[in-house]
């Protein structure tokens, strides 16, 4: 079963792969810099950057610690990852992906329910 995708704080119409990355980038052009996005089966993938990079998770319920995008070999941390509710974190750069590739990620996401082949994640369960 193909899943579909909503933005949790836009229209319930659902988003496909082919437009969720335009609707991310309205998004972090408005100054929304935490998007998630709910799919019909009830999972969630949670969408934050600093502009730069980005944290990805992908998770299977509300109570599920689910698994995020890593870059094994980055170093460093980034700050400016800021959330709704204005709650601004820093993160180390290995637990985040350059926005380019955060932005490939979850188009895959979106498209298919998986990580890409080439991804690279940690489960966090």
């Known amino acids: 079963m193909i899943e579909s995708w909503v933005i949790n704080d836009d229209s319930p119409v659902p988003v496909s792969s082919g437009v969720v990355l335009e609707a991310l980038r309205s998004r972090i052009d408005s100054g929304q810099l935490e998007t998630w996005l709910t799919s019909s089966s009830g999972r969630s993938v949670a969408f934050v950057t600093n502009t730069g990079r980005a944290v990805v998770m992908l998770l299977e319920d509300e109570s ?5 995008a890593v870059d094994p070999g980055a170093q460093g941390s980034s700050d400016g990852f800021v959330l709704s509710n204005g709650q601004d974190d820093e993160y180390p750069d290995q637990d985040t992906v350059p926005i380019v590739a955060a932005f490939r990620l979850v188009e ?6 998986s990580w890409p082949a080439d991804a690279r994640w940690v489960v966090d369960r």
């Open 64 to 68: 599920d610690p689910g698994e995020h």
């Open 108 to 113: 895959h996401i979106v498209r298919t329910g």
